[in-house]
């Protein structure tokens, strides 16, 4: 167990260097410096309301105003928002299956198959729980084959159940994708529970304050569901434990 | 709870309430001014053979031909002046200046300017009513989600579907109520219009009967056409209302 057996491919699929991200003048981010390689799930972690969403924002390119450079890679890109931005005039198939190269509706419910929701493909979005929308909208990202997914704070507002149930799917679905994925969340455990590499962020303007990878391997952490588990093997690692 | 029965039967029996007070009145004055119910049903049949029709469809088609055009240009403008700022500033004010010009004098000018024609009539109609959508449809693109529309971006959907997925059914309501106004509004100038300088049509028809003093041919007219654009309320813009509405909880 430990970071030595994590497999690191070497293609850089996303470059970020951020000198400075202000709103009115008021810098919210500075400094912020990191790659991610090609098939990477990385976790940016930091407390609420720390930058965590302006930077997958810049990331995502719906704001293009900050000092620095953001490398993207060439195939798509997508985004599993915080709120799941589903069209409620559209069902939750429709939704998936507008997206271009998402590959029509019967591409659509095997996706929302997949995420256990075959039965509600034909609800619309606001007949349906918080929880389903999340995962919906995971099949929505998923839907247009993704180099890159940004998820904003997937596992937020949803009940002890569905965090179990969304948590297994983004791990199950990016593993299976091979897609390169940076999730931010502000807990600790939840970024263990998902995350090869951990990012984590704070102060202000929000900097890195420490960029480390997970002392277990997927396979260790798809087999052990209880986080605190996680957690205390995080603590227990040396490196962790010199800092 | 109301049967769908009873919610029907109080409107029915509010209107036959009405036409009871107007018989009764109708009676005590016992005047030509005021012709009772039947006196204007006996008219309404009297100018159905005479081309009560072809002057009902001609000022249907020119409420049409107006409120077409004013629905078109009024929503481009509106939402032109909803999605850019700037351009909100720099026309916002020629919105105010149009909304309170009153609408005899675009008639007359119409008039004037482009002689006593099928044109200058529509034209002059949709004049009026141009600013009124673009009022409406610019708080409608204000309104729009900016959240859909990152979502949008993000999953690269084509300006097409954007339009139709996306910003079109959210602006649903606000053309509802776009063309609800517009209809109760165009209608009414279309015969001002045609009152003014056309040689058919309902307005054309009411202004004749006006200097001929026949109440009961006006009210015959005026109720005909009441009906049609309860038909057209009931019939179009309702059930379309209701269809865009439908995924609403």
């Known amino acids: 167990m430990g970071a030595s057996c994590q497999p690191v491919a070497p293609v850089s699929v996303l470059g970020v260097e951020i000198a400075e991200k202000a709103f009115e003048g008021a810098p919210v981010l ?7 390689a ?3 799930v990385a976790a940016l972690l930091g407390p609420s309301g720390c930058g965590k969403t302006t930077l997958l924002s810049l990331i995502a390119g719906l704001d293009t105003d900050f000092a620095g450079r953001i490398e993207r890679p060439e195939g798509a890109l997508a985004v599993v928002f915080q709120n799941p931005r589903l069209l409620p005039w559209r069902s939750l198939a429709q939704n998936i299956a507008l997206i271009p190269g998402s590959g029509g509706m019967a591409r659509a419910r095997e996706l929302l198959n997949a995420v256990g929701l075959a039965e509600a493909a034909d609800q619309h979005p606001e007949k349906v729980s918080l929880g389903m929308q999340r995962r919906a909208a995971l099949a929505r990202a998923l839907a247009m084959r ?3 997914v940004l998820m904003d704070e997937p ?3 949803l009940d002890a159940e569905n965090v179990g149930v969304m948590r297994g799917l983004i791990r199950g679905l990016l593993a299976e994708s091979g897609a390169t994925a940076l999730i931010t969340t502000h807990d600790r455990r939840e970024a263990l529970a998902l995350a090869d590499r951990v990012l984590e962020i704070g102060d202000t303007p929000a900097r890195m304050l420490r960029d480390r990878r997970s002392p277990l391997d997927r396979e260790e952490r798809r087999n052990t569901e209880d986080v605190e588990a996680l957690y205390r093997a995080w603590f227990s690692d040396p490196a962790r434990a010199a800092e | 709870m109301d049967s769908p029965l009873s919610r029907a039967l109080w409107p029915v029996l509010s209107l036959g309430g009405l036409a009871l007070v107007w018989t009764g009145a109708a009676l005590l004055i016992a005047s030509p001014v005021l012709p009772d119910p039947l006196t204007v049903w006996q008219a309404f049949l009297r100018e159905a053979s005479q081309g009560y029709w072809i002057h009902l469809g001609a000022t249907l088609l020119r409420v049409l031909a107006a409120f077409t055009l004013a629905m078109a ?3 481009a403008i509106g939402l032109a002046l909803g999605r850019s700022g700037r351009a909100d500033q720099l ?3 020629w919105l105010s200046l149009f909304l309170n010009l009153p609408a005899l004098v675009t ?3 119409c008039y004037v300017w482009f002689g006593l024609t099928e044109v200058a009539a529509i034209t002059a109609v949709a004049i009026n009513k141009i600013p009124n959508v673009a009022v409406t449809l610019r708080e409608g693109a204000r309104q729009l989600s900016r959240d859909l529309d990152e979502m949008a971006h993000v999953y690269r959907l084509p300006w097409q579907q954007r339009m ?6 959210q602006l649903a309501p606000y053309f509802a109520v776009a063309a609800r106004n517009g209809l109760a509004l165009v209608w009414k100038i279309v015969l001002v219009v045609e009152l003014l300088g056309r040689s058919n049509g309902v307005g054309f028809q009411l202004g004749l009967y006006f200097q001929e003093f026949d109440v009961a041919a006006i009210l015959a007219y005026a109720f005909g056409f009441i009906l049609v654009v309860q038909i057209i309320e009931y019939g179009v813009i309702a059930p379309w209302e209701r269809h865009a509405n439908r995924w609403r909880r």
Request: aromatic letters at 6%; charged letters at 25%.
């Open chain 1, 30 to 36: 500075r400094d912020l410096r990191f790659d991610l």
């Open chain 2, 164 to 169: 139709r997925h996306v910003v079109l059914p």
């Open chain 2, 107 to 109: 008639m007359i000018l």
């Open chain 1, 38 to 40: 090609e098939g990477e």
């Open chain 2, 73 to 75: 240009i009024g929503s």
């Open chain 1, 146 to 148: 993704p180099s890159l």
């Open chain 1, 155 to 157: 596992l937020v507002s």
């Open chain 2, 91 to 93: 026309f916002g004010g």
